[in-house]
């Protein structure tokens, strides 16, 4: 998935409105939620690293968008009864063909390149996350907070108990900026996966709103046009 800044941005601006607390709001009580995928998000180094990614791996990106069409070429030529899905058994009849190796290979050099670009994200999503637990530390002593949940994890919470924007204002102040393009010897753990993908559907969701959101302001603006008049004839 491409994410470009605007979009980043955007994406940033509809979790806040779906998610976010409002700033007067006081945690009542001795308890806190918090959600370790948004705070990650919510940062300025995260924002900054996923757009940086985008340009760092541009060649990448680019390739890959290039051998996703040519794997619907082959697949095309795959799909003999030509209703624009191929079945087990329409890969079962291509084996061995031409066809069908060249999409192996072209299915293998995609794996590849988002291998590095999903490496890249979560590399640098572990860097900030490698704060989180010294962040939150310092909200609970700040806010004397005895008891935090996981948002996910528990049926009802008031709006007013999530920690999550204190967390990430913490979280800034401890990680200025990340590196994206990880070390050799880098292995990423099996948490930081496992967050990413967390991440990358409160993204995708995030857009979701945000387009649904465009789309109904454009029928709305389309509505409030006066309609045009037709030139009367002679």
């Not at 300025?44 to 996703?68: E, H």
């Not at 007013?160 to 010897?185: H, M």
Request: aromatic share 6%; with cysteine; glycine share 4%.
């Amino acid at each position: 998935m491409t994410i470009s800044a605007k979009t980043l941005a955007a994406a940033s601006c509809a979790l806040a409105c779906v998610f976010a607390v409002p700033a007067s709001a006081q945690v009542q009580g001795t308890y806190g939620t918090v959600d370790a995928a948004r705070a990650v998000i919510g940062t300025t180094a995260f924002q900054n690293a996923y757009t940086s990614i985008t340009s760092t791996y541009q060649p990448q990106f680019d390739a890959r968008r290039q051998l996703t069409e040519q794997r619907q070429t082959h697949l095309a030529t795959i799909d003999t009864n030509n209703d624009n899905e191929v079945d087990d058994n329409e890969l079962q009849a291509a084996q061995g063909t031409a066809a069908y190796t060249s999409l192996q290979q072209v299915e293998g050099q995609i794996a590849a390149l988002t291998a590095q670009i999903d490496g890249a994200r979560i590399f640098a999503i572990e860097q900030v996350y490698s704060q989180y637990s010294s962040a939150l530390e310092d909200v609970i002593n700040a806010d004397q907070i005895q008891l935090v949940l996981d948002p996910n994890s528990i049926i009802y919470a008031p709006r007013e108990a999530d920690l999550t924007a204190k967390v990430i204002t913490a979280l800034n102040g401890k990680v200025a900026t990340v590196a994206v393009v990880p070390t050799q010897e880098w292995q990423p753990q099996r948490t930081s996966v496992a967050l990413y993908q967390q991440i990358q559907q409160l993204l995708l969701t995030a857009q979701a709103i945000q387009q649904a959101q465009a789309a109904q302001q454009q029928q709305q603006e389309q509505a409030e046009q006066p309609a045009t008049q037709a030139p009367s004839g002679r």
